[in-house]
């Protein structure tokens, strides 16, 4: 099957610095990418559509200046959460179109202190 | 509305059937799907239904759709200890653009 990877599974940063998150899709090319944000113990938010070549697109509510997303490739995109405080802890999944299916990565865990 | 609901807490004894029930609002989904998501990992996609079929049958998994009354099944049969995670049931449409909203995912507690 399709596998979509993620780096790192795990970081924890202090407050104010930023950080990268990189999405790979392994055995395929994906135009289109998502980041989701998932908190304890509930469902996956919807945070941003990465497309290859153009800018991404941001849910409601979702602040593009504080969650870069870069789609420099068919193969990959980033999430950089800069100035990065305890509020954006969470579990950032993404997740990789082929066909009808979508593929989910393993997930970060970030832990901002 | 796009809400997509799931009962939040499933226990079953190991051999029995699981059935973890899911119901969505939008009537313009295209597929509907169930992921499966062990503790501390990423979402597994298990199967999917295109919301034009009735069942499908996938070795221990059978999904069941009533497009009428927009209600979503998933039954595991012969329910093992390796199972127990949270399933997450999702509804997509790719009209203007491909979305997937998801249910709050179902804890499937199996007892040996």
């Known amino acids: 099957g399709a596998v979509v990877s993620q780096h790192p599974s795990r970081v924890i940063c202090k407050s104010g610095t930023s950080v990268k998150i990189e999405c790979r899709s392994l055995?395929?090319?994906?135009?289109?990418m998502f980041w989701y944000r998932q908190f304890p113990k509930q469902s996956l938010m919807l945070m941003a559509t990465?497309?290859?070549?153009?800018?991404?697109?941001?849910e409601q509510g979702v602040e593009k200046d504080k969650f870069l997303i870069n789609h420099a490739s068919l193969t990959l995109s980033t999430l950089t959460v800069t100035s990065a405080h305890p509020e954006d802890s969470s579990f950032y999944i993404c997740s990789a179109i082929r066909g009808d299916e979508q593929y989910f990565g393993p997930g970060t865990r970030l832990t901002v202190t | 509305g796009e809400d997509v609901e799931q009962s939040l807490f499933l226990s079953v004894r190991e051999g029995d059937s699981s059935v973890i029930n899911c119901t969505y609002t939008?009537?313009?989904?295209?597929?509907l799907y169930w992921y499966k998501q062990e503790p501390g990992a990423g979402l597994q996609l298990l199967t999917y239904?295109?919301?034009?079929?009735d069942m499908k049958q996938d070795q221990r998994l059978t999904v069941l759709l009533n497009k009428k009354d927009k209600h979503l099944s998933l039954r595991i049969a012969d329910t093992q200890t390796g199972d127990s995670a949270i399933y997450f049931c999702?509804?997509?449409?790719?009209?203007?653009?491909?979305?997937?909203?998801f249910g709050a995912g179902t804890r499937l507690f199996v007892k040996a």
């Open positions: 999702a509804e997509s449409r790719n009209t203007g653009g491909f979305k997937t909203i």
């Open positions: 939008d009537s313009s989904s295209t597929y």
């Open positions: 239904i295109f919301s034009n079929m």
């Open positions: 990465s497309n290859e070549g153009s800018k991404a697109t941001y």
């Open positions: 055995d395929f090319q994906a135009t289109t």
